[in-house]
């Protein structure tokens, strides 16, 4: 570990945010670096659809399903899932500490004609602010984060009462070490090495006992798997690679 990585503050771990800012320019190259996120996307936008207009009773198939409705993607890169929730009608905060990637987002967000609130901010800053929304968005991020309890701590802060938060991760298993940094890293060089290092990655539990303590109870829980004979991901009842859980604050809303 370097000086660097040591003289992190809060939940911003410095060196995966240099990581990341130094390939954003590839956020929306469906053939890019990040083309293992595009594959991964629709399975992340049916779940977090599903879930939302059940939980808010909406009508899944209108145009402005989430028109109504604030959402936070925290750690959310180059935007690949705020400008989905956008069209949808939410009114959405896309939250990155790393300002090249929020740039990226915001010359793309532009492009794409949709408003969004691209700031770059930390999760605990956002939380200190006051700041409270219908959804968290917390997708493929907390196993980048210096400290995972806090930065669980301050975005479960953030959920309102009746709200939902998704978080999508990857498992600390030797299942999820030969096929997310092996197989995906070095075999199939899918990722850049190094894009995953095996003791950041969290275990269900290392999220459900946070976010229990942030007043959030799990509500569902589910693998999401490849295959390679039709080159796609879907979800499956296997949690030791890839996975999604889905927490929510108090009863459901009204």
Same mark, same amino acid.
């Given at each position: 570990?370097?000086?660097?990585?040591?003289?992190?503050?809060?939940?911003?771990?410095?060196?995966?945010?240099?990581?990341?800012?130094?390939?954003?320019?590839?956020?929306?190259?469906?053939?890019?670096? !990040?083309?293992?996120?595009?594959?991964?996307?629709?399975?992340?936008?049916?779940?977090?659809? @599903?879930? =939302?207009?059940?939980? !808010?009773?909406?009508?899944?198939?209108?145009?402005?399903?989430?028109?109504?409705?604030? !959402?936070?993607?925290?750690?959310?890169?180059?935007?690949?899932?705020?400008?989905?929730?956008?069209?949808?009608?939410?009114?959405?905060?896309?939250?990155?500490?790393? @300002?090249?990637?929020?740039?990226?987002?915001?010359?793309?967000?532009?492009?794409?004609?949709?408003?969004?609130?691209?700031?770059?901010?930390?999760?605990? /800053?956002?939380?200190?602010?006051?700041?409270? !929304?219908?959804?968290?968005?917390?997708?493929? =991020?907390?196993?980048?984060?210096?400290?995972?309890?806090?930065?669980?701590?301050?975005?479960?802060?953030?959920?309102?009462?009746?709200?939902?938060?998704?978080?999508?991760?990857?498992?600390?298993?030797?299942?999820?070490? /030969?096929?997310?940094?092996?197989?995906?890293?070095?075999?199939?060089?899918? $990722?850049?090495?190094?894009?995953?290092?095996?003791?950041?990655?969290?275990?269900?539990?290392?999220?459900?006992?946070?976010?229990? @303590?942030?007043?959030?109870?799990?509500?569902?829980?589910?693998?999401?798997?490849?295959?390679?004979?039709?080159?796609?991901?879907?979800?499956?009842?296997?949690?030791?690679?890839?996975?999604? $859980?889905?927490?929510?604050?108090?009863?459901?809303?009204?």
């Amino acid at each position: 570990m370097t000086d660097k990585a040591r003289e992190n503050s809060g939940t911003i771990d410095t060196e995966e945010v240099a990581r990341f800012s130094a390939m954003a320019e590839e956020w929306w190259d469906p053939a890019g670096k !990040f083309k293992p996120l595009h594959k991964f996307n629709p399975v992340r936008l049916a779940y977090i659809k @599903q879930e =939302v207009c059940r939980r !808010f009773d909406r009508d899944p198939k209108a145009s402005d399903a989430f028109k109504g409705l604030r !959402f936070l993607d925290i750690g959310c890169g180059g935007g690949l899932l705020c400008e989905p929730m956008a069209r949808l009608g939410a009114e959405v905060v896309g939250a990155d500490p790393s @300002q090249t990637n929020i740039e990226i987002a915001k010359l793309h967000m532009r492009s794409s004609g949709l408003d969004i609130d691209y700031r770059t901010e930390t999760a605990e /800053a956002l939380a200190a602010a006051g700041e409270s !929304f219908d959804v968290v968005l917390n997708m493929e =991020v907390v196993e980048h984060v210096a400290d995972v309890p806090l930065f669980l701590e301050a975005t479960g802060s953030m959920v309102r009462p009746g709200g939902l938060m998704f978080v999508a991760t990857i498992n600390r298993t030797l299942k999820a070490y /030969a096929l997310a940094i092996v197989g995906a890293e070095f075999v199939l060089r899918w $990722l850049p090495k190094g894009t995953h290092s095996y003791e950041k990655l969290v275990k269900p539990e290392e999220i459900e006992t946070p976010l229990g @303590q942030a007043g959030l109870t799990i509500i569902d829980r589910s693998g999401v798997s490849y295959n390679p004979l039709t080159d796609s991901w879907a979800r499956s009842r296997d949690m030791d690679v890839n996975y999604m $859980l889905l927490a929510e604050n108090g009863e459901a809303a009204k």
